[in-house]
């Protein structure tokens, strides 16, 4: 272990990989390691900025990722791309064609590309997710991009852990942009209209205008300066506009480590994943012989009527005093 | 205990009345006291019509339930009314004025309503709901009307506690229709669509035709016989329509217990609120001390990084081990 932090933190990403695939596993031997190896390399203190993307199938976000990483790179800048995909575990492994479609910037040095594991249940990706995003970290990155396809929770749960939260979308008409859900819209730092490039430059204009229009009737939040959240449009294909994208992506995280924001908001998202994860745990302790199967014979006594509902669940309170010890 | 057990079962309204304010109680000898009185009364074995009622403010909730149970009450039935209003912690009560616009339901000794407890956390809401209705069913009654504002998750909370599941709509232009949520279109047996009266009557019958179409685009559930889920329209104000839909209830619940699908999702309800149960007290434990100030220590060095999540989280289920035997 003391081998792997040590490679981890000279930057090799062949033991980065190897110790992403540890906190990975759910092994408990495993999940023992990963903990100690995380505290060993907490104490480096390296952080990196982390960048929450988010945008649905369609809306070119490979592309974006690989002309934007380039871009960082080719500043000399550390790149690491994680991808959370809670669906993958249905639909297949839809992200594992990212190396391939991010062929440049999988070939890039300065970069490291991380397919979403396939697992289905969202508080083991959330957990999952932050640990690889503190070794990427440890492993001395300057920026940690977690992208994810708008599904369910997780675009919530990427912006509960990430420093900026970008949200790719597509040009459209005035009535699709409606199709963007409220509560998305709120956690966007920046909203950035991909696509602006050839016949559909026009559109994406247009479509840039009404976001902006829409992210000034939202309430302001004290973690934005004067005229964030914002809208600007981008063309991945022609790599056009990703400077000033990234340029105001450095003022609004300036501005937030001037002002105290950056510094409250890691420590409040800590705090947040160390109460999910308490919760979580505790939540497993019902899925462990010999509590499992006592709750099984009480659940099927509820379902026969032979016990009511209240005085099962006292029953079961009963039974996880004496049983927890195990 | 036993004495009001003996008055509950005799259909006492003022033992009902002090038995729920009993259920909602969450001092610990009081919920020792509701146990016992549930499990006593249980043995009845006193089955209710659940109905389950949603239906957005200014649909005419109040004077619908005024007519349907003052309908019921005239063909000799027992009529329970109780309000779930997750949000009345917060409005002040809205639904404190119920009595007042149920005057006539209200004063009909058949009838016995309940105005929705201050309470503004959901699972403590469906135990006390579920538990007040197990009262009901006890003291006799041979319907329960359980009715919600569509607010936030109360309406799958209700539907997950009733036999049958009603939505009371208003007449509205076919791009209203769209107002309403798949997810809560699903979970309805009967749409009733309110206000067919006067100069809205064509606008009903129209939203009627449309929301009848729009179910039968949905998938067939097992527990509908051919025809249902259907939409009819009543007039709560001219009272009319209701005996169809009561007809109409009644046929569906006839289907529904002679194929089996009452007493299973009768079976399936009770496990689903006895795991909820299970876990909401599992939780509860991080709130009690010392565990709640020793994780409260812990969040916070958590927030000052002194520690990273995941070794806190684990030192988290450490200290529940030991102190969990409180």
Not at 40 to 57: E, F, M, N, V, Y
């Amino acid at each position: 272990m003391q081998n792997m932090a040590e490679r981890v933190l000279a930057g090799d990403r062949r033991a980065l990989a190897r110790a992403i695939t540890l906190v990975e596993s759910s092994r408990a031997d495993h999940r023992a390691q990963a903990t100690l190896l995380l505290e060993d390399l907490k104490c480096a203190g390296r952080q990196a900025q982390r960048i929450g993307l988010s945008g649905t199938p369609g809306v070119g976000k490979s592309t974006f990722i690989e002309a934007f990483g380039c871009m960082l790179t080719a500043q000399g800048l550390r790149v690491a791309v994680l991808a959370v995909d809670p669906s993958s575990a249905r639909s297949g492994g839809s992200i594992l064609g990212d190396k391939t479609r991010m062929e440049r910037l999988s070939r890039d040095p300065r970069a490291f590309i991380r397919p979403s594991p396939s697992q289905s249940q969202l508080g083991g990706v959330a957990r999952r997710t932050r640990e690889a995003i503190a070794l990427c970290e440890a492993a001395g990155f300057d920026v940690v991009l977690i992208e994810t396809v708008g599904v369910g929770q997780s675009e919530t749960m990427v912006a509960e852990m990430a420093d900026l939260f970008l949200l790719l979308l597509a040009p459209a008409s005035g009535d699709e942009l409606q199709g963007v859900k409220r509560g998305i819209m709120e956690m966007a730092d920046i909203i950035l209209v991909n696509k602006a490039d050839g016949e559909l430059k026009a559109t994406a204009t247009r479509t840039c205008a009404d976001y902006a229009g829409a992210l000034r009737l939202l309430r302001k939040r004290p973690q934005d300066p004067e005229g964030f959240p914002k809208a600007l449009t981008v063309s991945a294909l022609e790599e056009a506009g990703l400077e000033k994208a990234w340029a105001e992506m450095q003022a609004l995280a300036d501005w937030r480590r001037d002002h105290g924001h950056w510094g409250r908001r890691r420590a409040e998202q800590a705090r947040h994943w160390f109460e999910a994860e308490v919760r979580d745990a505790l939540l497993a302790r019902l899925d462990r012989e010999p509590v499992k199967g006592l709750l099984l014979s009480l659940a099927a006594q509820v379902e026969r009527g032979e016990i009511s509902t209240t005085a099962a669940a006292e029953e079961a309170q009963r039974l996880l005093d004496v049983q927890m010890h195990g």
